[in-house]
């Protein structure tokens, strides 16, 4: 029999302590600093730690609300089985799938690779436990169809730019397989569209991809491959304005299979994306040794807005993308574009961007060293070579450096 709860034993269960850990997140724009509105929450549970987005608008609702949040996801996934390695993970996610039910959960499920966030399709606790079990059991019996047969949340990082880096990022759900016959272009919009061609291995993230391009205004997907030697011989001169590969291609690269098509078509521009569960592992996955960052979420109906406004007779060639980006950039953010002379951030090596990236988002070391499989007195070294090379003496100097970055 499976060990009960006792939220009068539990400090964490206590509203006074979810008061002190509650908080709203800052960014800085132009030099100043400001709040925004809503509140979050860091919540650890087994091993693992996860940012929640809060619905409540004061201190002592979201502390309600975090409590309330915390107690149900620890809770374990039978009686009769309390490992808190197998504990279900029923979270509500911040961008959900166009016209998902108001306040949507979604299992949060690791298994042996990366964790993913499955959608549920109610904001009802009572019916998505019920869900997320059966979910759960399909997952760890046959993971690979499951993930097939069910839709998925996946964040995708556009690569403008890679030095400095320039990118936009958005969330949208994989398609299941069994819906994922070849989207057409949406009808209704007025005006020529662009057709684009989207090379990316996975059937249902391949067809979520072209249906957000079809539900664009000005861009239109009107193919999608598979594989690279597919899509090569497929990219017939003439036809498309834009082709988007993912960067991890069987047998070869985003960049490889870019160099190849500028050889058979020198005239098609290629952006390369990348794929992650969440944002979390976007900013984690950033490339070290960049001399500046500007990264900003855009939605995913208009995911290629940077390359607007395009005129119709107006043709878009390799070198003109990375320098719309920063136009773009300039005039949603009031930001200059960063350049390669820019930056204290540049002196830094690799793994130290790496740990000032967590150290901004609030990790501590202990749990900055768990996510790097790394020591903590190793942590504590680069830490010290961070405030050197900045030139600041705390961590909050730190962070505020490298998001003004």
């Known amino acids: 029999m499976s060990k009960q709860i006792s939220p009068a034993s539990d400090s964490k269960a206590s509203l006074a302590y979810w008061r002190q850990r509650v908080y709203r997140n800052s960014y800085t724009r132009g030099g100043h600093q400001f709040r925004v509105r809503g509140w979050c929450v860091k919540i650890q549970l087994a091993g693992h730690r996860q940012t929640w987005r809060l619905q409540a608008t004061s201190r002592e609702a979201a502390a309600a609300e975090a409590r309330k949040r915390f107690l149900a996801a620890r809770e374990p996934l039978s009686s009769s089985n309390p490992d808190p390695d197998q504990r279900l993970r029923i979270v509500r996610r911040p961008h959900p799938a166009p016209g998902a039910p108001l306040g949507e959960l979604s299992l949060h499920w690791s298994g042996d690779g990366p964790a993913d966030y499955y959608p549920l399709g109610t904001a009802n606790s009572a019916v998505a436990g019920r869900r997320a079990r059966r979910l759960h059991g399909q997952l760890i019996q046959d993971p690979l169809n499951t993930r097939a047969r069910v839709p998925r949340e996946l964040t995708v990082a556009l690569e403008w730019c890679s030095n400095p880096v320039v990118w936009t990022y958005f969330t949208f759900h994989s398609r299941p397989h069994s819906e994922a016959a070849n989207p057409s272009p949406a009808t209704g919009h ?6 684009v061609a989207v090379v990316e291995p996975e059937l249902g993230v391949r067809q979520a991809l072209l249906l957000a391009l079809n539900q664009s205004p000005d861009f239109a997907g009107t193919a999608g491959f598979a594989h690279a030697s597919e899509a090569l011989a497929g990219l017939e001169a003439g036809r498309f304005t834009l082709v988007l590969i993912n960067q991890s291609l069987e047998g070869l690269s985003g960049a490889g299979f870019l160099d190849r098509l500028r050889v058979i078509d020198p005239s098609l521009p290629g952006l390369i994306y990348t794929t992650y569960p969440d ?94 499989r790394i020591s903590v007195w190793t942590v504590h070294g680069h830490a010290k070579n961070i405030y050197e090379k900045l030139g600041v003496h705390s961590r909050t100097e730190a962070a505020v450096k490298y998001l003004q970055k």
């Not at 007025?190 to 057709?195: D, L, N, S």
């Not at 960052?293 to 119709?312: A, G, H, I, M, V």
């Open 190 to 195: 007025r005006g020529p569209r662009r057709a």
């Open 279 to 372: 944002s979390d592992h976007l900013f984690a996955a950033t490339p070290g040794g960049a001399s500046g960052y500007l990264l900003k979420r855009s939605p995913p109906d208009r995911f290629l807005e940077p390359l607007l406004p395009l005129s119709n007779d107006e043709v878009l060639d390799q070198s003109s993308l990375a320098s719309r980006a920063r136009s773009w950039f300039q005039r949603v953010l009031g930001a200059p574009a960063p350049d390669r002379s820019a930056g204290e951030l540049s002196r830094l090596t690799g793994r130290e961007l790496e740990i000032l990236a967590l150290l901004s988002k609030g990790f501590v070391d202990k749990e900055i060293a768990q996510s790097l």
